[in-house]
C-alpha cells in the first residue's frame, strides 16, 4: 500500500537532527536526498532522527542527593541536621544541572525511484510503502494503525495476518544449506528477542533451542513485567547507582514490552499491605518514586488506601491489625505464549528457527575465530554443520556450558537461583499482593493468572537442570506464605494447590569485576578471543534491551553490516489486529461462550481468528477454556512438536491443573497424530514419554494429595 507522507514540525523545546545514510553517503535532510540520490535499482537506507530528551530531574536529584551526603560526612557535619541539609542540598542542585541527553532512533528500509517518486519501504513493515518529499519526517508516518474497532473480516484483511511461518522440516533444511551472518544458541526469552531483534534489522539469522521454546526458565517465572521494586530500595538505602539505573531500565523496558504485545499483557494493580503504622509512608514514598523513575512510560498513580479500602480492593486479605495499604501498578503478562510469539515474528522476519535442535560443538576457522556449530535434530538423531558469520550464546542458565565449548579452560559467570511458584485453582484474585519482606529475606507476589491465583517465590540455591525439581519444603513454605496475609476464610489447604513450577534465574558474575564473588545485577555481554558472544543475567522485562545490546556487540565484533535496531513500535504475531473489542467480536461469530471467547483473544490476539475457524471448537476439559482447536493449531501454526509442548507452553494447562492433564492427554494426542501423520506406535510412544514427563514434574512428583477433577 502506498502512504503519502506529510512533514511534521518538530517542537521547539525538542531540537531535532534528521538526515539519511545511503551507500555511505550522508545527506542532511529529505530534501536533500530526495535531490541528488542516485539508484540503479532498489538500495538500503537509513533515516536517522536524533532528539534531545529532556533532563532526567529524578536521576539528577538522587546523584546530588549522595553526594550532598558524601560531602557533609566530609566538612565535618555527620550528625543528623548536618547530613539532612546535605541531602537536600545536594538533591536540589543535582536536579537543578540534570543535563538533556541525545536519543537517535533509525529507520532501515529499501529505497527505490519509481517514475519522479522516491520511495521508501521500511524493514520493520513491509506493509507498507511511503512516498518521500522535500520536508518529510517519518516516525508519524510508520506509527501502526489503530486496529480499534475492526471487525473479523477486516482483520482477516490486514497484511500481517499472512504472516506465515515454515515447518520446522523446512526450518532445519535451511539451516543445513544457507550460511547465516548470525547463529543464535537458546530459545528462551533472551534467545528468541535476540533472533527477532537481529531478522527485524536485516540479518540473516538463524536461531536453535535444544528441546522447546520457553522450556527452562522462560515458561516458570512470576509472569510480572516490572522495574524491580526491591532494587529501588536498595538503591536509596545504599545509594547504589547500578541499582537505581536497573530499576530506570526496567520502568522503560516495561512499557515497550506493553505495547509489544497487547494481547499477552495488561497492567496489574498490586497492593501492598502495613500491618505497622510507619510501613504507610515508607512503601508510599517509595512506590511513589517508583512511579516518578518510570516518567512518561508511568502507568496509574500509586495511592494510599485506608485499610476499609484495601479490604474492599482485596477482600481476601487479612484485616487483623490492618494499618492501611498502598496500591501501585506494575505489568503482567503470559510468558511461555509471549516466548513462542517471539520465535513465530522472528522466523515470519526470514530466521531460520528450529526446537529441539542441539548444539554438539563449535566450529572455528583456521585465525582460531568461531565460524558456525555442530547441530543435532533431537528427534531424528541426524547431525549437521551450520555455517555463521557469528554465534551468540543466549541460554540462560546454560551459558557457560556454550562457552566451554569454546574455551574449556573459561571460568564459570552462572550462578543458579531456583524460583518457586504455586497455583491455587480456587482462589481468584481481584488484583495482584505484594509482599516487600517475606520470610526468605525477598519479595514475594500474589497475581492472578489464567483464572486462579499464582504464588512467588522462593530464591534458593541450585543445581544446573532442563527440569528443576520442587521440593515439599518450599510448597509448604510459600502456602505458609500466603496464609499469614489471607483471612480465616481464605486459608489455602493442601489440595487447593492444583500445580507446582521451579524455574532457574540465571544470576552471572560479571568477568570485568575484580571481586568475582559479586553478582551482576544487571545483563552482560561478554566477547570471547574466538568472537563467541554470550549474554548472560537480565530478567523476562529487559528481554528486549538485552537483544539490542548483544546484537550491537555482535555487529561490531563480526564487522557485520551496521544496522540500526528497529525495536520503536515493533509488535510480535497475534499484535497487529488486535483489541478489547476482539473476544465480543469471536463470541459473536463463532458462537462461543465469554470465557473462551476472552481466552482466545488473550492468548492468540487477532490469530484467534484462526483457532476458531478450524471449527473443533469443543472444550478439552470442562473446567478449563482450553479449546481442540488450539491442539491443532499449535502443530499446524506454532511449532510444537510434543504434547507437552501443547499442554505446557503452547497453552498452559500444565500450570495450572495436572490432574486435568491426565484426563485430556489422550485426546490430545490423538488430535496431534492425525494433525502430524503419526502411526500407531509413534502416537503411543508420545503418550508415554508425556505421561513419564508429568510423572517426574510438578505435583506428581512430590507425591502430594491432588485434587481431582
Known sequence: MNVQV???????????????????????????????????????????????????????????????????????????????????????????????????????GTLQRNGQDLTFTPNNDATRTLTLQPGTSLPGALQPQDPNGLSLDQIRQLPELGWAVPTREAQIERLKKEEFDVIVIGGGATGTGTAMEAARRGLKVAMLEAWDFSTGTSSRSTKLIHGGVRYLEKAVKKLDKEQYDLVQEGLQERSSFLEMAPHLTDELRLVTPCYKYYEVPYYFAGLWLYDRIAGQAGLSATEVLSAKEAAKQFPMLKTEGLKGAIAYSDGEFNDSRMNVGLALTAAAHGAAVANYTEVVSLTKDSSGRVAGLEARDQRTGETFSIKGKSVINATGPFIDKIRQ???????????????????????????????????????????????????????????????????????????????????PNHQIQPHD??????????LVKDPAKTNTAELCRNHLVDVSESGLVTIGGGKWTSFARMAQDVVDATIKSA??????????????????????????????????????????????????????????????????????????????????????????????????????????????????????????TQAARELKDSEDYFARNGLAALQAPVKQP
Open 6 to 108: 506529510t512533514a511534521m514540525q518538530p517542537a521547539a523545546t525538542r531540537p531535532i537532527r534528521e538526515g539519511w545514510e545511503v551507500k555511505g553517503q550522508r545527506y542532511g535532510s529529505t530534501a536533500e536526498l530526495v535531490d541528488r540520490v542516485q539508484l540503479g535499482g532498489p538500495e538500503l537506507g537509513i533515516y536517522r532522527r536524533t532528539e534531545l530528551a529532556p533532563p532526567n530531574r529524578v536521576k539528577g536529584g538522587l546523584i546530588g542527593a549522595g553526594v550532598g551526603l558524601v560531602a557533609s560526612a566530609l566538612v565535618g557535619l555527620a550528625s543528623s541536621p548536618g547530613l539532612l541539609v546535605g541531602l537536600l542540598a545536594g538533591a536540589a542542585v543535582g536536579a537543578a544541572v540534570a543535563r538533556p541527553r541525545e536519543i537517535e532512533k533509525a529507520i532501515i
Open 405 to 487: 565449548m569454546d574455551d574449556p579452560q573459561t571460568p564459570e559467570l552462572v550462578v543458579p537461583s531456583a524460583g518457586t511458584h504455586i497455583f491455587v485453582q480456587n482462589l481468584k484474585v481481584p488484583e495482584g499482593l505484594l509482599i516487600p519482606s517475606a520470610p526468605n529475606g525477598s519479595v514475594a507476589f500474589f497475581k492472578p493468572f489464567e483464572g486462579g491465583t499464582v504464588v512467588g517465590t522462593t530464591e534458593e540455591k541450585t543445581s544446573l537442570t532442563i527440569e528443576p525439581n520442587t521440593t515439599q519444603q518450599e510448597v509448604d513454605y510459600l502456602r505458609d506464605l500466603a496464609n499469614s496475609y489471607l483471612g
Open 497 to 506: 494447590v492444583t500445580s507446582v513450577w521451579t524455574g532457574i534465574r540465571p
Open 559 to 680: 564487522g557485520l553490516p551496521d544496522l540500526p535496531t528497529q525495536r520503536e513500535g515493533a509488535r510480535i504475531i497475534g499484535a497487529h489486529g488486535y483489541s478489547e473489542g476482539l473476544a465480543a467480536r469471536l463470541a459473536q461469530h463463532y458462537g462461543l461462550d465469554a470465557e473462551v471467547s476472552l481466552h482466545l483473544a488473550k492468548n492468540y490476539g487477532d490469530r484467534a481468528i484462526q483457532v476458531a475457524d478450524l471449527g473443533l471448537n469443543q472444550r478439552l476439559h470442562p473446567d478449563h477454556p482450553y479449546l481442540e482447536g488450539e491442539v491443532v493449531h499449535a502443530v499446524r501454526h506454532e511449532m510444537a512438536v510434543t504434547p507437552v509442548d501443547v499442554l505446557s507452553r503452547r497453552t498452559r494447562l500444565s500450570f495450572l491443573d495436572e490432574a486435568a492433564v491426565r484426563t485430556v492427554l489422550p485426546r490430545v494426542v490423538q488430535l496431534m497424530a492425525s494433525e502430524a501423520g503419526w502411526d500407531q
